[in-house]
């Protein structure tokens, strides 16, 4: 495990790069084309990336980009 010390204005850099990153991510898994392993993979990312987030945002923030699970 890495920690990092951040000042509040890279926090909010960090912060808002990890939301544009989820939301290209959602944009793609909209995509009915995306082949099942490019989905996989997409979707793998996401989990890890949104967990990153949840450590910056509020809970409201963290809210609009939880998904809920697809069964498949």
Same mark, same amino acid.
């Given at each position: 495990?890495? $920690?990092?010390?951040?000042? &509040?204005? +890279?926090?909010? &850099?960090? &912060? %808002?790069?990890?939301? !544009? @990153?989820?939301? &290209?991510?959602?944009?793609?898994? *909209?995509?009915?084309?995306?082949?099942? +392993?490019?989905?996989? =993979? /997409? +979707? $793998?990312?996401? !989990? /890890?990336?949104? #967990?990153?987030? =949840? #450590?910056? =945002?509020?809970?409201? @923030?963290?809210? #609009? %980009? =939880?998904?809920? *699970? /697809?069964?498949?």
């Amino acid at each position: 495990m890495l $920690g990092f010390l951040f000042n &509040e204005r +890279e926090c909010r &850099e960090l &912060e %808002y790069m990890l939301r !544009k @990153e989820m939301d &290209e991510m959602m944009y793609d898994l *909209k995509d009915d084309q995306l082949n099942r +392993e490019i989905r996989t =993979a /997409v +979707e $793998g990312r996401y !989990k /890890v990336i949104f #967990r990153m987030y =949840a #450590r910056l =945002a509020s809970p409201q @923030e963290i809210s #609009r %980009y =939880a998904r809920s *699970k /697809v069964r498949s």
